[in-house]
């Protein structure tokens, strides 16, 4: 790896979206090579299409691995011996093979450390989904592939707003027994910890939304809040974190009331994505916490609708690259502070003498 550059693993996503179109419009921009090394898991010929039928100046280099790329460079990695046919807008099933493919590739290469980070352009979950792709979406398929047993933990983020999801792509009929108290306690751990330690937050504040309109109104439409989310906060409270609710997602999200907390803690994914994508639509980012990986996206889909017209913004993949590498300066931070950790000194008294004691100080909880 090169000095302090950070080297950026770029998948291509579904080529018939506006997911070239946003990464050459991105590093068309002198300034964002400067801030790291981007390497592409794609096509060079369909890169290339791309940028001649958009009419970019976006230039790179064709390597057989993000170990060749240049610092200065984009570099674009072949991932596919087939011929891609781009048709903008359209759903086919080939191009999810090409995006399952580069997504691979690219994860192949992090476990050989050759990127550092990794950033997912959008795909169409219909044309990826196959008996090798069996997940219902990035989030779930590196947690599979990386996550060495420990679950992950999809957060939503846009400056000091951060949306975290207990449940995520299941079918909203599903969501009330998904929502247990373990699994409520388990993302909260998380999400603390990923404040903590990807976000450099010290003490972070995470509320909590209510599952039921009005929080259940105390039983009268729902006993979720009493039975299974109190609880849960309550002992996570007890353990030292600071957690707070449950909150009725209107009149929270509406009064302005999560400008207060570092985290929010939904419990299913409309919950969360609605009001964050009013907010943030234009500029916010996908982040998946709970990985050995730092992964990050733009939080827009594939854009069928205008692809291939030139119009695309791509101000939420610009800030998915710049979360990528504060994210992963943190995380060398953190690991950094703990290889030498402070130890705890206290006095224990023994007959008419004090004794001083030294012991290691325990990590976060």
């Known amino acids: 790896m090169e000095s302090n550059k950070i080297k950026i693993g770029i998948t291509q996503g579904d080529v018939n979206g506006v997911g070239y179109e946003v990464i050459l419009k991105t590093f068309a921009e002198p300034a964002m090579l400067e801030l790291c090394t981007p390497v592409i898991y794609g096509s060079p010929k369909v890169a290339a299409y791309h940028r001649k039928s958009l009419d970019l100046p976006t230039s790179f280099s064709i390597v057989n691995s993000a170990s060749e790329a240049q610092s200065g460079r984009l570099s674009v990695v072949n991932c596919t011996n087939d011929e891609v046919k781009v048709e903008f807008g359209k759903v086919d099933p080939e191009i999810g093979k090409a995006a399952f493919d580069a997504l691979e590739k690219a994860v192949e290469e992090f476990r050989e450390r050759k990127i550092d980070v990794l950033v997912t352009a959008p795909i169409n979950k219909h044309t990826i989904r196959s008996e090798e792709f069996p997940f219902p979406g990035h989030t779930e398929y590196l947690e599979e592939r990386l996550g060495e047993g420990e679950p992950s933990l999809m957060i939503l983020v846009k400056d000091d707003l951060r949306m975290a999801l207990v449940t995520g792509h299941i079918p909203v009929s599903e969501i009330p027994a998904a929502i247990t108290k ?43 809040e009493q039975t299974v989310i109190i609880p849960a906060i309550q002992e996570m409270a007890e353990k030292g974190m600071l957690c707070y609710g449950p909150y009725p997602a209107d009149g929270f999200m509406g009064s302005g009331n999560y400008t207060k907390f570092d985290g929010i803690l939904a419990m299913y994914h409309d919950q969360g994505l609605t009001p964050f994508k009013v907010l943030a639509m234009e500029d916010g980012v996908n982040f998946t916490a709970g990985l050995p990986i730092v992964r990050t996206s733009p939080a827009h889909g594939t854009a069928y609708d205008i692809a291939g017209q030139g119009i695309a913004g791509e101000e939420s993949f610009r800030q998915a690259i710049y979360l990528a590498i504060d994210v992963y300066r943190n995380r060398q931070r953190d690991a950094q502070a703990r290889v030498n950790p402070l130890r705890k000194q206290y006095y224990e008294k023994r007959d008419d003498s004090d004794k001083l004691k030294l012991d290691t100080i325990e990590d976060d909880i």
């Open 182 to 224: 373990e699994r409520i306690q388990e993302k909260i751990r998380i999400f603390h910890h990923s404040l903590k330690r990807d976000f450099n937050i010290g003490s972070p504040r995470i509320a909590v939304l209510s599952l039921n309109p009005h929080a259940g109104d105390d039983g009268l439409i729902g006993t979720e």
